[in-house]
């Protein structure tokens, strides 16, 4: 079946640093690809989406590029900040529903 | 805010108990999907419902089950409760049928404890 793999947290960062979390999956078909990011008492909100293979998501300075070649879709920006502490979700939707295949998250820690 | 309301946002019963939680998606949206999210299994898809109809089913227990009604509200029925059912559960709707590129939107969630 469909699965996603994200590197394990948590990554700490100092503000301004650069940021890049891992995705890769396994999923047959031409599936689409999610970041999702979930704030401490929240639910997810969706970051960034692409729909094909190298388009690039962007939202908020993050950014992801699907890359079919190597089943990949790394979250990365430029210069976090402590606002973006957060715990980052990997996901896939290979189905006519929109139903969710989740990575285990990544929890993201930003120091001043 | 998402536009998904979820309640009870805390819920602490008793194992063999059974409570039902309750999901209103955004307005306008027909298809609504719970997720269930544990330490130890992370986000796990267990059902969604378009426009009062079961659509999708993912790993979903026989002691659970859940329902549409025709305004559009959407309850998960736990039953039989273990301590292993402690969890944070998740709404989400959208818009349509779905389809592998639109955008779910999801509530706060309902934590669960059973002690």
């Known amino acids: 079946g469909d699965s996603v793999t994200q590197m394990e947290g948590p990554v700490t960062l100092s503000e301004e640093a650069f940021l890049t979390i891992n995705c890769t999956y396994t999923?047959?078909?031409?599936?689409?690809l999610f970041w999702y990011v979930q704030y401490p008492g929240e639910g997810l909100q969706l970051l960034l989406k692409?729909?094909?293979?190298?388009d690039k998501g962007s939202n908020k300075g993050f950014e992801a590029t699907y890359r079919k070649e190597t089943t990949s879709f790394h979250l990365e920006k430029g210069s976090v900040q402590v606002s973006d502490s957060a715990v980052y979700f990997c996901a896939l939707s290979n189905s006519g529903y929109s139903t969710l295949t989740f990575g285990k998250g990544t929890m993201l820690l930003v120091s001043p | 805010d998402s536009g998904v309301t979820q309640t009870p946002k805390h819920l602490i019963t008793a194992t063999g108990q059974r409570v039902t939680l309750r999901c209103s998606p955004r307005s306008g949206d027909l298809s609504v999907y719970w997720y269930q999210q544990s330490l130890d299994q992370g986000l796990q898809f267990l059902i969604q419902y378009y426009n009062g109809e079961e659509r999708a089913k993912g790993n979903i227990l026989e002691r659970f089950s859940a329902q549409q009604f025709p305004d559009l509200h959407s309850e998960l029925n736990l039953s039989s409760l273990e301590l292993g059912d402690s969890a944070l559960y998740f709404c989400?709707?959208?818009?349509?049928?779905?389809?592998?590129?639109?955008?779910?939107?999801f509530g706060q969630g309902t934590r669960l404890t059973v002690v």
């Open positions: 692409a729909t094909k293979a190298d």
């Open positions: 989400a709707s959208s818009s349509g049928t779905g389809g592998g590129n639109t955008e779910a939107f």
């Open positions: 999923a047959t078909g031409y599936p689409s």
